[in-house]
């Protein structure tokens, strides 16, 4: 059958999963990955690929893409932005930073920009609780956040796609204690 | 003085780690790594790295300090075709970070151990389970494998035996019950991530793919190198006589210099927080400390006295757990820290067990009305209430751990519980 919306490159880059496990279905997870990062989200079609791949059928794929805040079943903005609000990000001031993403987007945790932007999610710890408050957008993170700071990543993420006070993850872009 | 330093290098503030680089496979070589290996295979053989760790009274670093030897054991008595190794790197508990930081600053040492560890218990394969959002750590993880076959101490004919084992890396859906030990199994088959109910479904008799398998958290693998080369009198050097070695400890929340620092088992919390972490920030009063992340007790000011060692913190009624130390100052409101745990334990729950995500919303609920000002007499009850009936509910430990932590805040702290209640409000907003 033709898979109906992921391509060549990402069926092979699943297949190419196949060895590491017994059976087929372990792949799921990785797969999912996969299709999510090809799409930008998890459709119908793309599930449906993924069944057809691994020999499953789409309820269970559906079952385990619904399970994990990490797929997002619908169309989702160009830039996630996810906020972690867990204790050691809370004592360091999480929820001004979170108030403060609702004020500048316009928008309530959990929706999009009208203009398909960012979306903004609340998840729990990412591991950089010693560096907080933080955020994840896409797969950089950005820590020791101020109000100012936030708003010079959006600025730089809408005019350029990215923003140079990123920390690879574990690399603050500036050195220097929190006062 | 022995250096108190045996997986890491040095202690580290947060803003230093962007200085850390993986140590190459030719600088572990120099530091005397993969020597283990051959001396396990050619000297020692399965039994005897399996006697060596359980001499070395190595506990595992995942949180419940279980005898890493006697976890190997039971699988080693269990006849079956195949058995499995698991490395739990999946971290996804508030306030630690150390996995990440192991994984980017040795993974080989790391690596050796998981070998060691396949060896002892008669694994073939070896699931590396990683917090998926490791990106860069994965991609070291990778490259430091990659390198480690090459040089034959992995693959087939390792060290020229018959021993064959192959290392593949899984990456975690990055949420806290899939750092569970049994739900991690059913990540790894592609499945939700939902506990297994206990018994009958203990990995070391119907682990992984319905076989014999070993759990092991990446601080713990990360030790058992050290200790067959070293030997165990080395390794018992340091720590307690029921808590031997060291622990990475993560310090955040209220502290000057929040960090990772490596110190032996049995240190006191008192040192950590005073001596490491430079005292509380702004000068101010220290008023509870999580000692051990989020399913253990808090503990008041007065008594961080208290040894960091498995036995010592039970013995107050609290626990290590991983190690993930969190501070709170006199300015930090309790009815809110126990709204955070609250709601964690109810976002992470799986969903499996009603009492589960029904009494920690519950709970939140409750927790909520209080802090806001609208809560009374009745609400403070409840609280204690609901933590009593979920406690030892549920296929895992998630319910229990979140009713011990809240259940231990309001215990500790119910005069500035009842003062929300009087006040009608936060008495610590603006207090700042
Ligand atoms: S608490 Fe926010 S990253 Fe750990």
New interface residues.
Partial sequence: MRLKILSDKAKAAIEAEFPKYPDKRSVLLAALRTAQDEVGYLSEAAMVDVAEILDLTPVQVYDVASFYTLFNLKPVGKHVIQVCKTLSCALVGAGGIIEHLQGRLGIRVGETTPDGLFSLKLVECLASCGTGPMVQINNRYYEQLTPEKIDRILDDLKREGKSSLASGPFQLPVLGGRS | MQSRHVLTDRDL??????T?RPIGYEEYVRRRGYTALPTAINTLGPSGVLEMIKRSGLRGRGGAGFPTGKKWEMVVQRKADRKYLCCNAA???????KD??LL?SNPHQLIEGAILAAYAIGAAEVYLYI???????IEFMEQALQAAKEKGHWGTCIEGSSFAVEL?V??S????VAGEETALLE???????KPRQKPPYYPAVRGL?SMPTVVNNAETLSNVAHIIREGVDWFRARGTASSPGTLVF?????V?????YELPLGSSLRDLIEVYGGGIRGGKQLKAV?PGG?SNTVIAAAQIDVALDFDALKGIGSGLGTG?V?V?SEE?CMV??AI??A??FA??S?GQCPPCKLGTAHLSEILEKIESGRGDEKDLQQVEQVCGMIKGRGYCYLLTGASIAVESIFRRFREEYVAHVKQGACPLVGAV
């Fill in positions: 503030l947060l803003e230093q780690l962007l850390v971290e996804d508990e508030p306030g630690t970070f990440r930081y980017r917090n998926g959002r490791y990106e860069e750590e593949k899984c990456k859906p990055g949420t806290y990540v790894v088959e592609g499945r939700p991530a793919f993560t310090l955040t929340g209220d000057n210099r929040p960090g990772l999580f989020p993930a969190i709170m930090a809110q820290s955070q745990y709601r964690f976002k992470e799986c």
